[in-house]
Each structure stands twice: as structure tokens, then as C-alpha cells.
């Protein structure tokens, strides 16, 4: 692989952690030249890497020019959540490979004060990377990817998010499935009750920003 290309990877997986940190909100557009600056590279590998990330889904294009971070509208984050549902119940089913690549990872617990959006990621990619599925896994981490930036930007929607994510670690530190299972499904069920006032805040706050 040239230097070019490596250079594009990495920066790449830069900027998905920063997607994931919040460091971009849904709507917001991504500067190819100020990437490219920030990250003391040219402007040819910034390009490559959001033009790869828009393949991923991750981001988009707008017909009036530019990559954003999606701005989803309630059709598409109810299906995004059904996705997310369905891939870790079916991973559940699947069960934990008796070799999983890597060994089993172990994700952050999660603390009141601490970064639930992340505690969340982790779990899931866990949850979905202990299957051993080569399908299955990397649409679970695009789906995890893709609903990290909409779980930065909706606190305080779900008042027991801590408990709700610390009974969810709970049932998979002790490899209890049909339990994890069973959670998942309630978890994500409320999500797709709470579609049209995470889709109303998002947009709020993103006409607050302009």
C-alpha cells in the first residue's frame, strides 16, 4: 500500500473517532481542507477518506456541494434503529464463537460519569465481534458507527440511560443471552418510540448552529 493510501486510511479511522466523539453533530459539514490541515496532511487523502466514509454510509452528499454528517428524518432513524435491533438479537442468537478472533472483548463499563455514548459503542461491537460472524460483525460496527453521532446528540431523552446500559453489560459479563436478548429488544424499542423527538431535537440544534 503506498503512503498515500495509508495516509487516507488512517486518517480514516481519525475521523470515525471523531464522528463517535461527537466532534461532528448530525448536519454539520466536513471540510475536506480543514482536515487536511488539522491533520497535517494533503488534500487528496482527505478527500479519499470522506469520499470511503461516504461509501460506508457514514456520510453524504449534498446536491448544493460539500459532505455532512446525516441529518436523518424520522423514516430513516426508525429503520436505522430496527437495523441496529435486529443485527444484535440475531447476533444473540448466533451466540459467542468458541474462537472469536481477538478473544472476547471486554467492553468499557459504564459510570454515571462517565461517556455512555462510547460504554454503548463498545458493548455492542462486543456483543456482535464475540459471534465470529464475518457478515454480521461489520454490519453491526457500520449500524454502531452510524447511530453513535444520533446517541451523542439526544441527552437526556431516556432518564435511565446508566441503569438501562449497566443491566445490558450486566447480562453479557455473564454471558446470560436470553436475558441480554430480551433487554436488547426493550432498549431499542424505546428508541424507536423516542424517533420523532430525537429527529425534532436534532434538527433543532442544528438550526441553532447556523
Aim: with cysteine; proline share 6%; aromatic share 6%.
Amino acid at each position: 500500500m503506498s503512503a498515500f493510501h495509508t495516509k487516507s486510511v488512517q486518517l480514516q479511522d481519525q475521523i470515525r473517532r471523531a464522528l463517535r466523539s461527537g466532534r461532528y453533530l448530525p448536519g454539520d459539514r466536513i471540510d475536506p481542507a480543514s482536515l487536511a490541515a488539522e491533520f497535517s496532511t494533503s488534500l487528496m487523502p482527505a478527500r479519499l477518506a470522506l469520499e470511503r466514509l461516504v461509501g460506508e454510509g457514514l456520510l453524504e452528499h449534498h446536491a448544493r456541494g460539500g459532505v455532512y454528517l446525516p441529518l436523518p428524518v424520522e423514516i430513516e432513524l426508525r429503520d436505522a434503529y430496527d437495523w441496529m435491533q435486529r443485527l444484535l438479537l440475531m447476533a444473540c442468537d448466533v451466540g459467542i464463537a468458541a474462537r472469536a478472533p481477538g478473544g472476547v472483548r471486554q467492553p468499557q463499563l459504564p459510570s454515571n460519569d462517565g461517556d455512555l455514548v462510547e460504554a454503548t459503542w463498545q458493548l455492542f461491537d462486543a456483543i456482535a465481534h464475540a459471534t465470529g460472524h464475518t457478515f454480521l460483525y461489520p454490519a453491526v460496527r457500520r449500524t454502531n458507527d452510524q447511530l453513535a453521532p444520533i446517541r451523542r446528540a439526544k441527552p437526556g431523552l431516556v432518564d435511565d440511560a446508566f441503569e438501562e446500559l449497566a443491566a445490558l453489560n450486566r447480562h453479557w459479563q455473564q454471558r446470560d443471552l436470553p436475558s441480554l436478548r430480551s433487554a436488547l429488544h426493550d432498549y431499542h424499542e424505546r428508541r424507536k418510540q423516542l424517533v420523532p423527538c430525537i429527529t425534532v431535537t436534532l434538527k433543532r440544534q442544528h438550526e441553532h448552529r447556523q
